[in-house]
């Protein structure tokens, strides 16, 4: 469990020096709108997942597991939506047909599923 907490946690330091990336150079480069929201959408999205990565490393296996799973899932929806994003931005062209509706679907879904692992840790919390 511990290589799964640490793979995350690295997953995680890079969306966030990603995002600092590339909001850095889209304030130089004509990338618009489009790539300072992917950059907001990565740092955002890197801090979370951290959060997710301390929690993680605080619960029990079967809960820190469903938060891991919920995690890689918002962490690649966040990798999808922004890489399209940028691509729109910086290459005139998406990612790949869907790509944003797709790694937006992800990050949702990652959020709802982080809520059910954060409530399935309550429930088998034990009782005072």
Do not use: C
Request: net charge positive; hydrophobic share 65%.
């Amino acid at each position: 469990m511990l290589r799964m907490t640490l793979a995350l946690g690295a997953f995680a330091a890079l969306l966030g020096a990603g995002g600092v990336a590339l909001a850095a150079y889209a304030s130089h480069a004509a990338g618009g709108e489009l790539a300072r929201t992917a950059a907001q959408f990565l740092m955002l999205h890197g801090a979370a997942l951290l959060g997710v990565v301390g929690a993680a490393r605080a619960a029990n296996a079967a809960v820190a597991r469903a938060l891991l799973l919920a995690g890689a899932g918002l962490g690649l929806g966040t990798l999808v939506f922004a890489a399209d994003l940028q691509a729109r931005a910086f290459g005139g062209d998406r990612l790949f047909a869907m790509a944003a509706p797709l790694g937006g679907s992800l990050m949702i879904l990652g959020w709802l599923a982080l809520a059910a692992a954060f409530v399935y840790g309550v429930v088998r919390a034990p009782k005072p």
